[in-house]
């Protein structure tokens, strides 16, 4: 009988891990509304036309929507997805992608063209990762010399300090998250991060989240209580 309730058990546990697993494809996981009540996405031109009028009855409390990249790329739905963002009562942010080959200050010239001043969105975001990024690897005092010119453009447009989004690859090569004191934004899919010298202010949880209204898969991001 001990080894049938063992080899129960163990069918249980792995029907369990199956389940999680195929949940976590079909877009169905998410963190605990519970425990993290606040929830929601970034997007950018790769979601096409999305219907946000449906999302917030899908849990979607605030959004970041990708303005600019570099030094002189817009993303194409970005005025698109910040009106419509605003008409279905959601919480909106723009971010910047921030380009390892392009100044500071031109990168901050471009966001600051692009995205209006609204006194109650959320803080500005920087996207500071490796992928789809230059394939030139300047030195750290360099990033930090033109990402602190970037952030002084525009936090003083905006009047809020700026939101730091970091892979733990792009951190540890960097340690902007030591050298720049910061809110972050940290990505760690399913599992809390555990990087960065303080804690994180949005976490990143999944990239799969799939929400009637938008095509193709979703960032799923949730903010600390």
Not at 144 to 172: M, P
């Amino acid at each position: 009988m001990a080894v049938r309730r063992n080899w129960i058990v163990l069918t249980s546990l792995a029907l369990i891990a199956v389940s999680s697993a195929a949940d976590a494809r079909d877009g169905g996981w998410h963190p605990s509304e519970r425990r993290y009540p606040y929830q929601g996405v970034d997007v950018s031109h790769h979601q096409g036309h999305i219907a946000w009028a449906k999302l917030p009855r899908q849990g979607v409390d605030f959004a970041y929507i990708k303005a600019t990249e570099g030094a002189d790329h817009v993303d194409r739905r970005f005025s698109i997805n910040w009106r419509a963002a605003h008409r279905a009562g959601i919480h909106r942010g723009a971010y910047h992608f921030f380009r390892l080959c392009a100044s500071g200050r031109a990168q901050a010239a471009n966001f600051v063209r692009t995205v209006p001043f609204d006194a109650v969105a959320l803080p500005p975001a920087i996207d500071l990762e490796f992928p789809g990024n230059c394939s030139r690897r300047p030195s750290r005092a360099k990033v930090h010399k033109e990402l602190g010119d970037f952030l002084r453009i525009v936090e003083a447009r905006y009047g809020k300090r700026a939101v730091l989004y970091l892979t733990r690859r792009f951190d540890k090569r960097y340690r902007i998250s030591t050298a720049f004191d910061r809110s972050l934004w940290l990505r760690s899919i399913r599992l809390e991060p555990s990087f960065g010298p303080r804690s994180w202010s949005i976490w990143q949880a999944s990239y799969t989240r799939r929400l009637h209204g938008v095509r193709g898969h979703v960032d799923w991001n949730v903010a600390a209580r």
